[in-house]
Structures are given as structure tokens and as C-alpha cells.
């Protein structure tokens, strides 16, 4: 499928990715981004062993909210440090965990360090990522 976007007179054609190549992308790059990426899934629907706490279910909701942000990002971009875009949900769902982990307690208290800890990790990642992303493309220019 071609996409024209037409833009102060000129005509950009670009090539849509179909998303659910984002796996088949994603096992073609480095072990510890395969792997990573595989323990953040993990992690984060972890929280369906937890349903019965209201944010275990903002957990979910975030990260598929997330990954469909993620398989848009990679519709246009392709397997790009720009993905790191895709969990900017992150960073009011780690505020939102941060402000409650004083409310929980036992194994969910756990989790929410755990979630905390790998979302916090991947953010470092992500901004890292699409600083270097957005200042190649500005150089580029």
C-alpha cells in the first residue's frame, strides 16, 4: 500500500509497514533487545494476575494503548530508535505507580517495584533513543 502526502507542493511517498512484521523485525535484532523487549511484554501483562487491583488494570490498559502507539510508530518508521515513542503512556503510568506503591502490599507491592524498575529502565532507553533518532534526522537536514 502507497500512501501521497502532499505538503507545500511536493508529493512524499512512503512504503506502509505491515505491523505485524514488528515480531518478525524485532527476532533480527540484537539478542538483548529481542530479550528485553520479551521481559517488558511479560512484566507488564503480569499484571493480570493482579485484576482485582484498580492499577493493575491501568497497567494493562497503558501497555496496550502502548503497543498499538509502538505498531503505529513502526507502520511508518519501520524497527527505528523513534519506536522508543511509542511508551511516552509510560511516564504518567510510572508517576501513577510511584504515587500508589504506599497503598500496596505483599505480592503486588512487588510487582508495582518490578514494573516500576523495568518501565523506568525502558524510559532511559526511549529517551536516549529518540534523541539520537531526532538528532540524526535534524542533521540530516
Do not use: C
Amino acid at each position: 500500500m502507497n500512501l501521497v502526502t502532499r505538503s507545500i507542493g511536493t508529493v512524499h511517498h512512503t512504503r506502509l509497514r505491515n505491523p505485524l512484521r514488528f515480531f518478525s523485525d524485532l527476532v533480527h535484532q540484537p539478542t538483548g533487545v529481542a530479550v528485553w523487549v520479551f521481559a517488558l511484554m511479560v512484566v507488564n501483562l503480569a499484571a493480570l494476575a493482579f485484576w482485582s487491583e484498580p492499577l493493575a488494570k491501568v497497567i494493562v490498559v497503558t501497555f496496550m494503548l502502548s503497543s498499538m502507539l509502538m505498531m503505529g510508530l513502526y507502520t511508518w518508521f519501520g524497527f527505528e530508535r523513534i519506536l522508543g515513542l511509542g511508551h511516552v503512556l509510560w511516564v504518567p503510568l510510572l508517576a501513577a505507580i510511584v504515587m500508589h506503591l504506599s497503598e500496596a502490599d505483599g505480592a503486588f507491592a512487588a510487582y508495582l517495584i518490578l514494573v516500576a524498575l523495568s518501565i523506568g529502565i525502558s524510559l532511559i532507553f526511549d529517551i536516549r533513543d529518540v534523541w539520537i533518532y531526532l538528532s540524526s534526522k535534524r542533521a540530516q537536514h
